[in-house]
């Protein structure tokens, strides 16, 4: 599940309502996880060596939703997948933050790489 780390600062922080912001942040994190999952790029390549596996992706948006970095936290062991989850992520065009979440705003996306079997 991703999740959102603490911003640094906090224009909102008088706005109050704490659990206000935490819907609006679980509403926005499920939005940038479907983007993100919809344009999850695997590798025929991958696909055909038969890597699978997980990929966790550190990014944090401005208020635009402008990306501001994208880095691997946590590689999987294989180098093309790792590389194809920070190509996805860099290949998004992200939604605005709403303006209750406080920014920049730093996720924690989990990308899971695994070859649909039948």
């Known amino acids: 599940m991703p999740t959102i780390s603490p911003s640094q600062s906090s224009p909102q922080g008088e706005l109050g309502d704490p659990h206000a912001i ?3 942040s ?7 996880t479907r983007l ?12 055909d060596r038969d890597e699978e596996g997980k990929v966790m992706i550190g990014i944090s948006l401005d208020r ?15 180098q093309l997948l790792n590389d194809a989850a ?3 992520v860099n290949s998004v065009k992200f939604p605005e933050v709403p303006e209750i979440v406080p920014t920049p ?10 070859i649909e079997r039948n």
Do not use: M, N
């Open 86 to 88: 920070l190509r996805t």
């Open 105 to 114: 705003v730093h996720l924690h996306v989990p990308l899971v790489y695994r």
């Open 36 to 47: 993100i999952e919809q344009r999850k790029i695997f590798p025929k390549e991958a696909i």
């Open 64 to 78: 635009e939703g402008h990306l501001l970095e994208s880095k691997i936290e946590e590689p999987c062991k294989f």
């Open 22 to 24: 935490e819907l609006e």
């Open 26 to 32: 679980d509403r926005f994190i499920a939005a940038v």
